[in-house]
């Protein structure tokens, strides 16, 4: 089975530009999550997604926007970039969304690096 | 405030040595996963666990719910342990991550 696979794997765009970067989950998976993770706040969880619909939120502002479609496969979009915003960006997939009650294990992607001059 | 708190930052091991790593976490949760990431990027998910313990090859994690904590042992280290291990928590919204440990195992 093919795993996570998020492209492009390297970006270089300047301040005020916007960005999208996508992810391709595991072939099955419904769920999709974003993470940051940058080297002065490690690792932050930006959203979660199944179904088309986003079930969860990070505490990053409103220029943080993603989706899912009908095949699973999801994307970000950070608008009018900040120089902050470079980072390393991740998507994770499982076959469902972690609840309350239960948890699944999470695959994964190998990132998109961003970096904004 | 950190929800989740990782110890230690740094360690340094001679090969063979037998290693641990602390994590204690201060939200309610579903699982607590441990991660890790080797220079380039890539994470790898170790372990999930949500009671007790897990034994995968050299590794074993345990947590205890009513303390909540958890720990990462590595039995037996090798150089290619060497990584960043990072322990998450899922809460009732979102994840919580540790800022990791740095692990480096000298032949």
């Known amino acids: 089975k093919a795993g996570v696979t998020q492209t492009p794997r390297y970006l270089i765009k300047t301040r005020g530009q916007q960005v999208t970067l996508s992810c391709s989950p595991i072939s099955g998976h419904r769920s999709v999550s974003w993470y940051q993770q940058t080297p002065g706040q490690g690792l932050q969880f930006l959203f979660e997604?199944?179904?088309?619909?986003?079930?969860n939120k990070g505490n990053f502002p409103g220029r943080f926007s993603g989706r899912q479609f009908s095949n699973s496969r999801s994307e970000m979009n950070v608008s009018t970039l900040e120089l902050g915003d470079s980072a390393l960006y991740l998507c994770a997939s499982s076959l469902m969304p972690t609840g309350t009650a239960t948890s699944y294990e999470q695959y994964f992607g190998p990132g998109t690096r961003l970096t904004v001059t | 405030k950190n929800e989740v708190e990782q110890s230690p930052q740094n360690l340094t091991a001679q090969e063979g040595e037998f290693i641990t790593i602390n994590c204690s976490y201060s939200v309610g949760i579903s699982a607590l996963h441990w991660l890790q990431q080797h220079p380039g990027g890539g994470i790898v998910s170790l372990f999930m666990l949500s009671s007790g313990k897990k034994k995968h090859g050299r590794l074993i994690a345990t947590i205890n719910i009513q303390e909540k904590h958890s720990s990462l042992h590595i039995t037996a280290s090798h150089p290619r342990d060497s990584a960043v291990y990072i322990c998450a928590v899922k809460g009732t919204s979102q994840f919580y991550f540790g800022t990791g440990t740095s692990l480096t195992v000298i032949p």
């Open positions: 997604y199944f179904s088309e619909t986003q079930r």
